[in-house]
């Protein structure tokens, strides 16, 4: 695993970045800030925009291709028709803000080595007999309530997933849902999800997907949910395995929601660990420290590290970091923290709220570590 962190002071822009090589295929997870410097939106868009060709233009990228992209806006519905998106790959705008005064922060994934082409709203990245789907920024503003958008959005997803011979039940691996509002409108989603899933074969006897369900404005003014996804085929069902630590947490059916705490997938080359939105929670289902952001957010990477060392992992593997954080006047000492513990890995911290008020922080993430599994194709 490789880290770089490039400022470019000319724009006020930095550049953080992880690399990961086995095999065939390389994979970078980007993530670009610009310093508050009083400019109004499109200056800030502007200097991201030039710190994402200054990345492109980075030696060691030659070759990359975006697979997808996720803006972190403050103000999604006025600023997303200011953005001129000129990258193909699958997108997702979302008002979280982030919580270092700027307006826009971005998080890129990109490969070297596959094939990745566009379509069905989708970006598919195809090698060695595997296709990636990732599909982002689906929304159904049609109807009035959480729960009907989330059972439309999640159809129009299984549709979408038809025209790859895929289903939800066997090729989904990891979802996001955004909630406006997420105090409110959150239970609508949750009651969605778990009949939408019951009628595709995920229910607690099968399994459900790593997934974060977190507060997050969608560009619409109309849309109260956000879905993005990532899908595979080309696997075979023992790649696939999902984590639990059970030591410090319950299995979230237990209080209603049905998501997986976390994946593994495993290749011949190297395997994945996809963290869902994690918090400070016990293996009860309760929240512990309420009220004390320090101590939550000390939970919290405990239990992140338990999920990853059930997945053969470490903070080391760890990619890049999205943190949630329901009260912006807890920035500064959960920046701190982050710094000191994290000094190398990519990551953004916004202003989103978690599904429970008492929660203060989440957090969520993706590792990679170089494995040899014969019994598997590389990736």
């Known amino acids: 695993m490789d880290y770089k962190s490039t400022n470019i002071e000319e724009i006020g822009a930095r550049i953080e970045l992880t690399s990961f090589t086995a095999g065939e295929v390389t994979e970078f997870h980007a993530i670009l800030h610009v310093k508050p410097q009083g400019d109004v939106f499109e200056g800030q868009l502007s200097r991201i925009q030039q710190a994402e060709s200054a990345l492109m233009a980075m030696p060691e990228l030659a070759g990359a291709t975006a697979v997808f992209k996720r803006y972190f806006l403050s103000d999604a519905t006025n600023q997303v028709p ?12 979302i008002q979280q803000p982030p919580l270092d005064g700027s307006k826009i922060a971005v998080w890129l994934y990109l490969q070297r080595g596959t094939d990745v082409r566009n379509m069905d709203e989708s970006t598919v990245v195809a090698h060695n007999g595997y296709q990636h789907i990732w599909t982002m920024g689906l929304m159904n503003s049609t109807a009035d309530t959480s729960y009907m958008q989330t059972w439309k959005t999640l159809f129009a997803y299984i549709d979408i997933l038809k025209n790859f011979n895929a289903t939800l039940e066997a090729n989904c691996i990891r979802t996001w849902f955004f909630v406006r509002d997420v105090d409110t409108q959150y239970n609508g989603l949750v009651k969605s999800r778990r009949e939408c899933f019951a009628e595709q074969g995920l229910t607690s006897d099968t399994h459900f997907i790593a997934s974060t369900g977190i507060g997050g404005t969608p560009a619409d003014p109309k849309a109260l949910v956000q879905l993005g996804s990532y899908a595979m085929t080309g696997f075979e069902p023992e790649q696939q395995r999902y984590l639990h630590a059970l030591s410090h947490l319950n299995r979230t059916i237990e209080y209603g929601v049905t998501f997986e705490r976390g994946t593994l997938m495993q290749y011949g080359d190297r395997n994945h660990v996809f963290i869902s939105g994690t918090a400070s929670i016990n293996n009860k289902g309760e929240v512990v420290y309420v009220g004390d952001i ?18 053969g992992m470490a903070y080391d593997d760890v990619m890049q970091i999205i943190v949630y954080l329901r009260d912006c006047a807890d920035y500064e000492i959960v920046q701190k923290l982050f710094e000191e513990k994290f000094p190398n890995i990519p990551y953004v911290i916004t202003l989103a709220p978690v599904c429970r008020p008492t929660w203060l922080i989440e957090m969520e993430c993706m590792a990679v570590k170089k494995a040899d599994n014969p019994q598997f194709r590389n990736f």
């Open 82 to 93: 200011l953005i001129n998106e000129k990258n193909p790959c699958t997108t997702s705008y």
């Open 294 to 311: 320090v101590h939550q957010t000390y939970r919290m990477w405990e239990n992140v590290e338990k999920l990853l060392e059930e997945g």
